[in-house]
């Protein structure tokens, strides 16, 4: 099964490769060989989770073959948890892009799917990785196709878009590689291997550093704030399907590098930047929702939604419980469905009418029934309303940031403010994030629907075609299926985040220094050295941190019992 | 027969050498209009060359051509033929772009393939010498080739500028070269690396004089690796060479330049004091060349300028590993090799692509941006290749410039020089935005309907060798293991003789 692994991620590169020495096609064969290679990718990736146990926390179909040895680089990968659903929503988000495409794209098109294809097998190389070489070559790899997908099929500003995204991204990773050979430069010589680097201890110093390095290159790939000015170009010039990728996948990896790899190498630093990042990550959900709800541009709303919406997975990350954690894995999936539907049911408008701006529309429900009935769908999945696909992740999410056990459980001294408690305050302001993604969303939802038809152009506005109710079913019983019944995925990813946030703890614990007579935590840290970062040292049971699938008060408040003041 | 042994140690020199000297004279004949023969003539002694320096790997090292009580001058060992063998891959590619090149430009010359041969002797010549005198002399043998070479389109005002130009600022070089080889003789009454070594053990007396003298060594090194702020005269000449002869140029005299720089380093002044004074200068060149590299690049409109600048801080980049090795870093010395290898493909490809879109009589009007735009549809392969080609020289993975400068950067890390690391991060995140440009030229502008299509010749031997060079870029990206490892026994060889 490992072999398969293996045919998965680079199955859409071997089809790029025969599209491109293939005679000169029509288009629609060339769309058709595409969706068919990436359609049989994810029969592949199911065939895969027929075999795969979720129960087990550890890595599974594991390939580990030497391939660089002067530098201690080996050919690595395998999933657990945190990655394989990733895995899944990847190859189920390609086909039904390209399906979704299938109009959208009238030029150059078998440049366009080949850049698909190469993008995927990118991104599927990069979950797969265990090697942070193998990891960082995957990691910019991806880049590459995506830039030509923004700045080939993009719209007006498409080269200033698709240039930005590039040196954002790349001024991010540059800044890993150094940590990455910090890291792997180990006494004995190098050592690439993930194993290897969550094993180290750093002194805390240079794991402030090391932790910087790495939370930057993955921030800005979520994006979080304020490294987050590149999103918004890019979502609104690139072309549809570029918009879903990265909206569904390539922010996740930002997610994904976090819990795969800053959190478990450096977890001291990570206890200690909780508030930090947990304050980044929450001004992110404002912020987001907020600049949302101002666009005039739909595209763009949704791309400002992305970044309040990924807010959340990174709170969830950052509040280092099983709850939050999981919780953010989940939004991952959730957050890739229903925003690949909605930026598919923009890009359905923009095909027919040439315009993203909310003025140009009102009154389409009765128009296009069809249509409507998909989009209050997708926009309700998206605000996180209860039993579709929105609701699990963010409540998981707000239950792990509040819960003790919680490194953002500290009181913090805001200078004017006096001593807050981190944790609620952050809760109470993410909580308002679900409500302002309802009001922007349903304001998006009213503004397209609602209201008299004003421009007589969408009067003879076409309802989705059979080929557009293809794409969006799949996605519509998705968002049900994730909102019904998580039990499904968290029953995988719950034992791979558990054994993660074990980890941390433990690591973070080894160099505890137990100081029960500090209460308060000076703003800002001044580093993970000089950091009381708990009221007291915590004591998490790991057999009472399980987390059953679908009940999320699992963990009560006496699983978590703090040591008696002396 | 002492020196029959020898040669058969050198025989990269030999080989080449006859190969030049037979072409000479064939050239009286006149043979045929295009001269492709010439051209294939070379390629072979280029090959064999190539064979006997990757033969030469294995052989221990030897010093040559000693006089009795007297240091050799020469050294043959698995240093000096690994970095022959990057030469002559360079050189062997810049032949093949140069048929198609000569036919567009009409420069015809029968001396043209002689001179590219006399040049890689005197690069060898650089790479294997024991002695700061044999130094010398290979790089005036190499660069008096290229001095002819860069001027060798003799009715083109850019080209005769050029060619001044370049033999005015390296008879400049030279000067400071020379002088500086004086100093270091003064303080140390020996011109021989290894006893050179032996001095620096002991606290040398005159100290100041072996520094000054160091230092004009540096100053003229710098002028032949176009290290910023001795740069000044390399985009013009870039520009008015042919280009064949501009990406030969940017590699090889860069290569050879940095070999031997690399044998003087860690042979000659290894673990001296007074080469401890030095460091601060090279870092410094290394800091003002990459930045000023790069952001000067920026601005460029006229492509081959852009790849002028970009070689520029490509030298900046390799001086990195340059320093790192002066502060006794020993990964480094197979960094900076490893670095040039990547280095000759991917700016030897870049150059191929450049010859192949140049217009016959568009001048530097052929060479802008906006002369490329939808180049990448009209011409798929070669748009795929510059685009690898220019992602390489960005030092993104799965390239060889990606590697090379993860494997110069873990040097320069190890040797603790963060700062020049940190400087080489911003250069490249500087350099992918002009380089991103030519990308964005080739797929991202709309084409413009007027205007002739530029010449789509195909000839084999240019397709040969961009097939090369990006099978060059991506090996070394994907599969750098072997590479490395003879990088490494490279330099053990040095250490040892």
Redesign the interface.
């Given at each position: 099964m490992a072999d398969l692994l293996n045919v998965i991620v680079y199955l859409p590169a071997l089809g790029a490769l025969l599209l491109a020495s293939l005679p000169p096609l029509e288009h629609r064969n060339l769309k058709a060989t595409a969706i068919a290679v990436t359609t049989l990718n994810f029969l592949l990736s199911l065939i895969l989770w027929s075999a795969w146990s979720p129960a087990h926390a550890g890595f599974q179909f594991e390939t580990n073959v030497g391939?660089?040895?002067?530098?201690g680089i080996r050919y690595h990968t395998g999933v657990d948890g945190l990655s394989f659903y990733l895995i899944l929503l990847t190859t189920f988000l390609v086909p039904v892009t390209l399906l979704g495409a299938w109009n959208a794209v009238e030029t150059?098109v078998r440049?366009f799917v080949i850049a698909i294809l190469v993008l995927e097998s990118g991104m599927l190389g990069a979950f797969v990785a265990l090697d942070l070489f193998l990891f960082?070559?995957f990691w910019?790899?991806m880049?590459?196709p995506m830039?030509?997908v923004i700045?080939?099929w993009g719209g007006q500003r498409?080269?200033y878009a698709?240039?930005k995204f590039?040196?954002f991204t790349?001024?991010g990773s540059?800044?890993m590689?150094?940590a990455i050979?910090?890291v792997a430069?180990v006494p004995t010589g190098?050592d690439f291997s993930w194993a290897s680097a969550v094993s180290r201890n750093f002194d805390p110093t240079l794991q402030a550093w090391l932790f910087g390095a790495f939370m930057l290159a993955f921030a800005i790939k979520v994006p979080m704030f304020p490294v987050h000015t590149w999103l918004p170009d890019a979502h609104t010039e690139a072309p549809t399907a570029g918009s879903v990728i990265l909206a569904g996948v390539l922010l996740k990896l930002g997610i994904y590098g976090f819990v795969r790899f800053a959190y478990p190498m450096f977890p001291q630093a990570a206890i200690a930047y909780a508030p930090i990042i947990g304050g980044l990550a929450v001004a992110g959900i404002i912020y987001g929702a907020v600049a949302a709800w101002v666009q005039p541009d739909m595209k763009k709303l949704v791309a400002y939604s992305s970044v309040s919406h990924l807010g959340f997975c990174v709170l969830g990350v950052a509040a280092v419980t099983v709850e939050g954690m999981t919780g953010a894995v989940y939004q991952c999936l959730a957050h890739g469905i229903s925003t690949g539907g909605l930026f598919i049911l923009v890009g359905v408008l923009y095909e027919r009418r040439h315009t993203r701006l909310l003025s140009d529309y009102g009154g389409l429900a009765r128009k296009v029934p069809v249509f409507a009935t998909f989009l209050v769908f997708t926009a309700l999945a998206s605000a996180g309303l209860p039993t579709l696909s929105g609701f699990p992740g963010e409540f998981m999410i707000l239950l792990g940031t509040f819960t003790a056990a919680s490194p953002l459980d500290q009181i913090v001294n805001v200078p004017g403010l006096g001593g807050i408690r981190m944790a609620q305050v952050l809760t109470v302001l993410g909580a308002t994030g679900v409500i302002l993604a309802a009001v922007y969303l349903l304001w998006m939802v009213q503004k397209v629907l609602f209201g008299p038809l004003q421009d007589p152009a969408n009067e003879r506005i076409a309802d989705l075609s059979v080929r557009e109710i293809a794409v969006m079913l799949p996605l519509a019983a998705l968002m049900i299926v994730l909102g019904l019944f998580p039990g499904i995925f968290l029953k995988g990813i719950e034992p791979s985040v558990q054994r993660l946030v074990t980890t941390v703890h433990q690591k973070a614990g080894q160099t505890y220094q137990a100081d029960a007579g500090a209460k308060r935590l000076n703003w800002l840290p001044a580093g993970p050295g000089a950091r009381p970062a708990l009221q007291r040292p915590l004591r998490i049971d790991p057999n009472r941190l399980r987390l059953a699938p679908g009940r999320f008060d699992a963990l009560r408040p006496e699983d978590i019992r703090r040591p008696p003041t002396p | 027969m002492q020196y029959l042994n020898a040669l058969t140690a050198i025989l990269p020199v030999v080989v080449l050498l006859g190969t030049a000297v037979i072409l000479l004279m064939l050239e009286v004949f006149s043979l045929g209009k295009d001269r492709i023969w010439a051209a294939n003539f070379s390629l072979v002694g280029l090959a064999v060359a190539f064979y006997f320096a990757m033969k030469g790997l294995g052989a221990e090292p030897q010093a040559l051509f000693a006089g009795p009580g007297k240091s050799a001058p020469i050294i043959a060992d698995a240093f000096g033929n690994l970095a022959a063998a990057v030469m002559l891959a360079g050189a062997f590619v810049a032949v093949l772009l140069s048929p198609e090149y000569i036919k567009n430009a009409r420069c015809s010359s029968g001396e043209y393939y002689a001179l590219i041969l006399f040049s890689v002797v005197g690069m060898i010549v650089m790479a294997m010498a024991g002695d700061l005198i044999t130094f010398f002399l290979g790089l005036e043998v190499m660069s008096i080739g290229v001095y002819v070479l860069t001027g060798i389109r003799r009715n083109d005002l850019r080209a005769s500028e050029a060619a001044l130009k370049y033999l005015l600022m390296g008879a400049f070089a030279t000067g400071f070269l020379l002088m500086g080889i004086a100093f270091i003789y003064g303080a140390t009454g020996t011109v021989a690396l290894p006893e050179l070594a032996r001095q620096m053990v002991a606290p040398v007396g005159g100290a100041p004089i072996l520094v000054t003298g160091l230092v004009l060594l540096l100053v003229g090194v710098a002028f032949k690796v176009a290290a910023v702020p001795f740069h000044l005269w390399a985009p013009d000449v870039y520009e008015g060479a042919p280009t064949p002869i501009t990406g030969f140029m940017a590699v090889g005299v860069k290569a050879a330049a940095f070999v031997a720089l690399v044998r003087i380093v860690a042979v000659g002044f290894a673990n001296s004091e007074e080469s401890a004074v030095v460091i601060p200068f090279i870092s410094v060149i290394a800091y003002l060349t990459i930045i000023v590299g790069n952001l000067l690049a920026i601005v460029q409109r006229n492509v081959k300028r852009m790849l002028a600048y970009s070689s520029v801080s490509h030298a900046g980049y390799a001086l990195i590993g340059v320093v790192a090795l002066a502060r006794g870093e020993e990964s480094a010395g197979a960094a900076v090799l490893f670095y040039l290898t990547a280095y000759t493909f991917m700016t030897l490809g870049a150059f191929g692509v450049l010859v192949f879109l140049e217009r016959k009589e568009g001048g530097a009007e052929s060479e802008r941006f906006g002369a490329f735009a939808g180049m990448g549809y009209r011409h798929p392969a070669l748009g795929v290749a510059m685009s690898v080609f220019m992602v390489a020289l960005a030092g993104m993975p799965p390239t060889g410039g990606f590697f090379g400068k993860l494997y110069i950067f873990s040097s320069a890390i190890n040797a603790g020089e963060m700062g020049l690391v940190f400087a080489g991060i911003l250069g490249s995140i500087i350099s992918v935005y002009y380089y991103l440009r030519v990308i964005v030229s080739f797929y991202m502008v709309d084409v413009p309907d007027a205007g002739p299509l530029p010449t789509a010749t195909r000839s084999r031997h240019l397709t040969a060798g961009l097939i090369i060079a990006t099978a060059g870029v991506l090996t070394l990206g994907i599969f750098p293991n072997q590479w490395i490892e003879l990088g490494k026994l490279a330099f053990k060889s040095l250490q040892l003789g």
């Amino acid at each position: 099964m490992a072999d398969l692994l293996n045919v998965i991620v680079y199955l859409p590169a071997l089809g790029a490769l025969l599209l491109a020495s293939l005679p000169p096609l029509e288009h629609r064969n060339l769309k058709a060989t595409a969706i068919a290679v990436t359609t049989l990718n994810f029969l592949l990736s199911l065939i895969l989770w027929s075999a795969w146990s979720p129960a087990h926390a550890g890595f599974q179909f594991e390939t580990n073959v030497g391939w660089i040895q002067s530098f201690g680089i080996r050919y690595h990968t395998g999933v657990d948890g945190l990655s394989f659903y990733l895995i899944l929503l990847t190859t189920f988000l390609v086909p039904v892009t390209l399906l979704g495409a299938w109009n959208a794209v009238e030029t150059r098109v078998r440049e366009f799917v080949i850049a698909i294809l190469v993008l995927e097998s990118g991104m599927l190389g990069a979950f797969v990785a265990l090697d942070l070489f193998l990891f960082y070559v995957f990691w910019e790899a991806m880049l590459i196709p995506m830039y030509f997908v923004i700045g080939v099929w993009g719209g007006q500003r498409r080269v200033y878009a698709a240039v930005k995204f590039f040196i954002f991204t790349m001024a991010g990773s540059l800044l890993m590689l150094i940590a990455i050979l910090y890291v792997a430069n180990v006494p004995t010589g190098w050592d690439f291997s993930w194993a290897s680097a969550v094993s180290r201890n750093f002194d805390p110093t240079l794991q402030a550093w090391l932790f910087g390095a790495f939370m930057l290159a993955f921030a800005i790939k979520v994006p979080m704030f304020p490294v987050h000015t590149w999103l918004p170009d890019a979502h609104t010039e690139a072309p549809t399907a570029g918009s879903v990728i990265l909206a569904g996948v390539l922010l996740k990896l930002g997610i994904y590098g976090f819990v795969r790899f800053a959190y478990p190498m450096f977890p001291q630093a990570a206890i200690a930047y909780a508030p930090i990042i947990g304050g980044l990550a929450v001004a992110g959900i404002i912020y987001g929702a907020v600049a949302a709800w101002v666009q005039p541009d739909m595209k763009k709303l949704v791309a400002y939604s992305s970044v309040s919406h990924l807010g959340f997975c990174v709170l969830g990350v950052a509040a280092v419980t099983v709850e939050g954690m999981t919780g953010a894995v989940y939004q991952c999936l959730a957050h890739g469905i229903s925003t690949g539907g909605l930026f598919i049911l923009v890009g359905v408008l923009y095909e027919r009418r040439h315009t993203r701006l909310l003025s140009d529309y009102g009154g389409l429900a009765r128009k296009v029934p069809v249509f409507a009935t998909f989009l209050v769908f997708t926009a309700l999945a998206s605000a996180g309303l209860p039993t579709l696909s929105g609701f699990p992740g963010e409540f998981m999410i707000l239950l792990g940031t509040f819960t003790a056990a919680s490194p953002l459980d500290q009181i913090v001294n805001v200078p004017g403010l006096g001593g807050i408690r981190m944790a609620q305050v952050l809760t109470v302001l993410g909580a308002t994030g679900v409500i302002l993604a309802a009001v922007y969303l349903l304001w998006m939802v009213q503004k397209v629907l609602f209201g008299p038809l004003q421009d007589p152009a969408n009067e003879r506005i076409a309802d989705l075609s059979v080929r557009e109710i293809a794409v969006m079913l799949p996605l519509a019983a998705l968002m049900i299926v994730l909102g019904l019944f998580p039990g499904i995925f968290l029953k995988g990813i719950e034992p791979s985040v558990q054994r993660l946030v074990t980890t941390v703890h433990q690591k973070a614990g080894q160099t505890y220094q137990a100081d029960a007579g500090a209460k308060r935590l000076n703003w800002l840290p001044a580093g993970p050295g000089a950091r009381p970062a708990l009221q007291r040292p915590l004591r998490i049971d790991p057999n009472r941190l399980r987390l059953a699938p679908g009940r999320f008060d699992a963990l009560r408040p006496e699983d978590i019992r703090r040591p008696p003041t002396p | 027969m002492q020196y029959l042994n020898a040669l058969t140690a050198i025989l990269p020199v030999v080989v080449l050498l006859g190969t030049a000297v037979i072409l000479l004279m064939l050239e009286v004949f006149s043979l045929g209009k295009d001269r492709i023969w010439a051209a294939n003539f070379s390629l072979v002694g280029l090959a064999v060359a190539f064979y006997f320096a990757m033969k030469g790997l294995g052989a221990e090292p030897q010093a040559l051509f000693a006089g009795p009580g007297k240091s050799a001058p020469i050294i043959a060992d698995a240093f000096g033929n690994l970095a022959a063998a990057v030469m002559l891959a360079g050189a062997f590619v810049a032949v093949l772009l140069s048929p198609e090149y000569i036919k567009n430009a009409r420069c015809s010359s029968g001396e043209y393939y002689a001179l590219i041969l006399f040049s890689v002797v005197g690069m060898i010549v650089m790479a294997m010498a024991g002695d700061l005198i044999t130094f010398f002399l290979g790089l005036e043998v190499m660069s008096i080739g290229v001095y002819v070479l860069t001027g060798i389109r003799r009715n083109d005002l850019r080209a005769s500028e050029a060619a001044l130009k370049y033999l005015l600022m390296g008879a400049f070089a030279t000067g400071f070269l020379l002088m500086g080889i004086a100093f270091i003789y003064g303080a140390t009454g020996t011109v021989a690396l290894p006893e050179l070594a032996r001095q620096m053990v002991a606290p040398v007396g005159g100290a100041p004089i072996l520094v000054t003298g160091l230092v004009l060594l540096l100053v003229g090194v710098a002028f032949k690796v176009a290290a910023v702020p001795f740069h000044l005269w390399a985009p013009d000449v870039y520009e008015g060479a042919p280009t064949p002869i501009t990406g030969f140029m940017a590699v090889g005299v860069k290569a050879a330049a940095f070999v031997a720089l690399v044998r003087i380093v860690a042979v000659g002044f290894a673990n001296s004091e007074e080469s401890a004074v030095v460091i601060p200068f090279i870092s410094v060149i290394a800091y003002l060349t990459i930045i000023v590299g790069n952001l000067l690049a920026i601005v460029q409109r006229n492509v081959k300028r852009m790849l002028a600048y970009s070689s520029v801080s490509h030298a900046g980049y390799a001086l990195i590993g340059v320093v790192a090795l002066a502060r006794g870093e020993e990964s480094a010395g197979a960094a900076v090799l490893f670095y040039l290898t990547a280095y000759t493909f991917m700016t030897l490809g870049a150059f191929g692509v450049l010859v192949f879109l140049e217009r016959k009589e568009g001048g530097a009007e052929s060479e802008r941006f906006g002369a490329f735009a939808g180049m990448g549809y009209r011409h798929p392969a070669l748009g795929v290749a510059m685009s690898v080609f220019m992602v390489a020289l960005a030092g993104m993975p799965p390239t060889g410039g990606f590697f090379g400068k993860l494997y110069i950067f873990s040097s320069a890390i190890n040797a603790g020089e963060m700062g020049l690391v940190f400087a080489g991060i911003l250069g490249s995140i500087i350099s992918v935005y002009y380089y991103l440009r030519v990308i964005v030229s080739f797929y991202m502008v709309d084409v413009p309907d007027a205007g002739p299509l530029p010449t789509a010749t195909r000839s084999r031997h240019l397709t040969a060798g961009l097939i090369i060079a990006t099978a060059g870029v991506l090996t070394l990206g994907i599969f750098p293991n072997q590479w490395i490892e003879l990088g490494k026994l490279a330099f053990k060889s040095l250490q040892l003789g």
